[in-house]
């Protein structure tokens, strides 16, 4: 039986109350996530031996989430990923947002989807699954963004061990949006993601500058540290790809994306035997490698599993970064009487 259940989760300073919602499918698979950020907290899923295992990172308590600052398991919005300088011009006028990542903004900015409490309702259950509606408004000029933004999330735990995401948003004035999950993946449950082996139906890559920021390119990936498109350990070449620390922080474009549901990615670990796959109708995704995950003072989580270096993996579904500065890229903005629509589909199993 697919299965949703509530409980208390703490509560913000100014008093409001935080609900964790607890997904069940009669295949064995849980996803816990909170209305604050609309987070993904925990993912359980079986191995090939039948052995359950949370495959995220997260943390089983408030305040943690609230001091923590890596974006575990959130949504990111209003506009995930880069904006260079913080700057873009929209129908002739500029906006200057925060610049929270070095010189750059990223995320959304200081407070951005990820520090709100969104407004959540359980869906009824049904026979392909249960999910939650989460929603947030943000106003006219929050982190600076121009218009009313007001996004739904529906998070749906399918009767076939997939997580799906749909993203819908509506404005009353022109704005970018670009919306993400962020969650961290770790198939092992534990350790660093190296052994990890990933493929990713991706043949260009848009190429970024050492502040991360795509400079226009968009570049073969065929013979470089950055090609996946045939099945390739992560940490084979984790240290070749030029960035400080080590790792992967690239957006892929998506071989076919944009259009409709396409696999994008692949992610096997061997030794659980776990798989996850991942489908979507965004044209990009980030691949993370965990990179700034600290690892001299590594940040404890769920079941006191300790988060070291390249010790989770995001596949950021999403438009490229700062394509509201360029002009080659896919648009982000949204207009008044436009609705933006995206899935995304991380799907679990294991042989």
Known sequence: MNTLETAPFGTLPDGRAVTLFTLKNTHGMTVKLIDYGATVTEIHTPDRSGKQGNVVLGFDNLPQYLTESRFFGCIAGRVANRIAKGKFTLDGHDHTLATNNGPNHLHGGVAGFDKKLWSAKPLPATADGVSV????????????????????????????????????????????????????????????????????????????????????????????????TTPTPIGSRLEETGLEPAGYDHNFVINGGGEKLTLAARVTEPASGRILEVLTTEPGIQFYSGNFLDPVNPVTGVGGVKYVQHGGLCLETQHFPDS??????????????????????????AK
């Open 133 to 228: 509606e989460l929603t947030y408004t943000s106003p006219a000029g929050e982190e600076n963004y121009p218009g009313t933004l007001t996004t739904t999330v529906t998070y749906t735990l399918t009767a076939r061990s997939e997580l799906r995401i749909d993203y819908r948003a509506t404005t009353d004035q022109a704005t970018p949006v670009n919306l993400t999950n962020h969650s961290y993946f770790n198939l092992a449950g534990t350790g660093d993601v190296r052994s990890h082996v990933l493929f990713l139906d991706c043949d260009h890559v848009t190429m970024i500058d050492t502040g991360l920021i795509p400079t226009g390119e968009i570049v073969l990936v065929k013979g470089s540290p950055l090609d996946f």
């Open 324 to 349: 509201i500065n360029q002009p080659r890229f896919p648009s982000v903005v949204l207009r008044p009487g436009e609705i933006y629509q995206s899935t995304t589909i991380y799907a679990f199993s």
